[in-house]
């Protein structure tokens, strides 16, 4: 990575983590019922819009966590292992509960959406 | 903390190399069961209890990785304004489908559990399993269920969405890129939205709209419908 490109990227990832703590912020302040890095979401995508927050200063940084996002949620994947005596006792039921709403979400989600759009 | 360091920075490269590693396995073998994250997850949770590692050592190092969640999370409002014509063009039909999409899995979900016979407590932690990590365990913590037990679910039921949800939707007939990709982050949130950003950015900024409204069309419903059903 050249020099410039690296201090792009660590400027947009300062950026990212301004975003998250305003959406946290605005999550303690308000109340609201959602994670701050959604609010965060919802605010960069408005200040992209209005041109708060050029694209290409975000962009690389942005680029790289979503390329990996997979590894971040090995941790808390790992983290079943803490359930082990529960998840055997109680398996039929959170298995069941599991993949039928897991499937019903899946189905009534993704057939609705591509009804009202017909074939457009 | 001189002890706890070198054990932090071997966790975070022992997860890199078991997810990189799965991924390889992964692309070369097209297997949607080799899942990187459920891979990765079992190879080093099978480590950790062959080496008699507690979990919260392993998470020193591990939660300097899941720390980046917050930013990556922020990080979909790039496909979302790159999206923004596809997406605001289908404003209502994605505001209805998800609606109904919370309400269903809900339902299913909690219904399953006490049809199967799980105690109060199960119903109330598989009830919200469908939404991001925090919310859900928030909605969890209100409604008297069981939260690391939502958090555990909530990766699981990831993990599942996002091996069953492409080829599900495919022979549903499920064209439209907005759907599917709706589909996987309502169904299955972060681990979906990964699994959509595979398909296309159109597939990815969709399926980070679809956690935010899931998650709070959830946060709403689930107190409600428990309350009254279960």
Known sequence: MKPRSLLVFLAGLAVLLAFLYAGEWVVRATGVPVPGSVVGMVLLTLALRLGIVPLALVRSAADLLLRHMGLLFVPPGVGLMLYGGLLRAQWLPIAGASVCGTLAVLLVVGSLQQRQEGDG | ?230
């Open chain 2, 1 to 230: 903390m001189a002890e706890t360091l070198p054990g932090a920075v071997l966790a975070v490269v022992a997860t890199a190399a078991a997810y990189y590693g799965a991924q390889w396995v992964y692309r070369r073998t097209r297997l949607l069961v080799l899942n990187p994250v459920l891979v990765a997850s079992a190879v080093v949770i099978a480590a950790l209890l062959l080496l008699g590692v507690p979990y919260d050592a392993y998470n020193r190092g591990g939660r300097v990785l899941s720390y980046f969640l917050g930013p990556a999370v922020v990080a979909l409002g790039v496909p979302l304004h790159l999206q923004w014509g596809e997406i605001a063009r289908r404003g209502r039909s994605i505001f209805a489908s998800i609606l109904a999409g919370s309400v269903v899995g809900i339902l299913t979900a909690a219904g399953a559990a006490s049809l199967l016979g799980a105690p109060p407590e199960i119903v109330r932690s598989v009830a919200p399993r469908s939404v991001t990590t925090p919310i859900a365990m928030a909605i969890a913590q209100k409604t008297g269920g069981i939260p690391p037990l939502t958090a555990a679910l909530v990766i699981g039921t990831g993990v599942l969405g996002s091996v069953v949800g492409p080829p599900l939707l495919r022979r549903l007939g499920v064209r439209s890129r907005t759907a599917l990709g709706l589909a996987l982050g309502s169904a299955a949130h972060g681990v979906g939205t990964a699994r959509a950003l595979e398909e296309g950015e159109v597939e990815g900024a969709a399926a980070g709209l679809a956690i935010g409204l899931m998650g709070l069309a959830t946060a709403v419903l689930t107190p409600l419908i428990v309350r009254l059903l279960f």
